[in-house]
């Protein structure tokens, strides 16, 4: 079994399958920022960066996968990566079965966005032993994390769900506890993966 997880985890970092998957999360983020282009065009320029979090999250770990790929790394993006991946898949997950719940359907659509949402937390998750991020860069993105939370409970910069609107304050205090869940599984990860050199797998051109 555990040379099962051990052949996954280098397959994870074999560089065709790297480009393969810079270029989906490239694409979802790109996407991602068109989704929200309604909201941004009503947005105060100052709250412009806190809206998209989504395409933001996989535009984090799109940044991470391109360094990888040219064997570099950033603790920092890492952690933002780690935890906004994880804080804003599962958080779009649920929003968009409570929609299902509260409306009886939610198209194709909702149900694209459950897939590619719950998508972006299994990659997060996936790639666990790979991140090098220690507790300074998990303390770095938690404040972006939890300022997030602020700017879209406080000033009211959360997306838009208009058949929630009711709910928003149970939303956000259901937000920031999943906030602070995925800081603490970062701190875990950061005290599991110590700093070690990294490899991209190569293709055996022997066989």
């Given at each position: 079994m555990l040379s099962f997880v051990n052949k996954i985890s280098a397959w994870l970092m074999f560089k065709p399958f790297l480009v393969w998957l810079f270029l989906i999360n490239l694409g979802g983020t790109i996407f991602?920022?068109?989704?929200?282009?309604?909201?941004?065009?009503?947005?105060?320029?100052?709250?412009?960066?806190?809206?998209?979090?989504?395409?933001?999250?996989?535009?984090?770990?799109?940044?991470?996968?391109?360094?990888?790929?040219?064997?570099?790394?950033?603790?920092?993006?890492?952690?933002?990566?780690?935890?906004?991946?994880?804080?804003?898949?599962?958080?779009?997950?649920?929003?968009?079965?409570?929609?299902?719940?509260?409306?009886?359907?939610?198209?194709?659509?909702?149900?694209?966005?459950?897939?590619?949402?719950?998508?972006?937390?299994?990659?997060?998750?996936?790639?666990?032993?790979?991140?090098?991020?220690?507790?300074?860069?998990v303390a770095l993105a938690a404040v972006w994390t939890l300022h997030n939370d602020v700017i879209d409970y406080v000033f009211g910069q959360m997306p838009i769900y208009s058949s929630l609107s009711e709910y928003s304050s149970q939303i956000g205090y259901f937000t920031f506890w999943l906030s602070i869940a995925c800081i603490a599984f970062a701190l875990f990860v950061a005290w599991l993966n110590k700093p070690a050199p990294f490899q991209l797998t190569k293709t055996d051109h022997s066989r």
């Open positions: 991602g920022y068109i989704w929200y282009e309604g909201q941004l065009s009503r947005t105060e320029p100052i709250f412009l960066i806190f809206v998209p979090d989504s395409p933001t999250a996989s535009l984090f770990f799109t940044i991470v996968l391109g360094l990888w790929l040219i064997g570099k790394r950033s603790s920092l993006i890492e952690a933002l990566a780690f935890i906004t991946l994880i804080k804003y898949g599962l958080w779009a997950v649920v929003m968009n079965l409570l929609t299902l719940w509260q409306t009886g359907d939610i198209g194709w659509e909702g149900w694209m966005l459950v897939a590619s949402h719950f998508a972006m937390a299994l990659q997060a998750v996936l790639y666990i032993d790979h991140y090098r991020f220690g507790w300074l860069a």
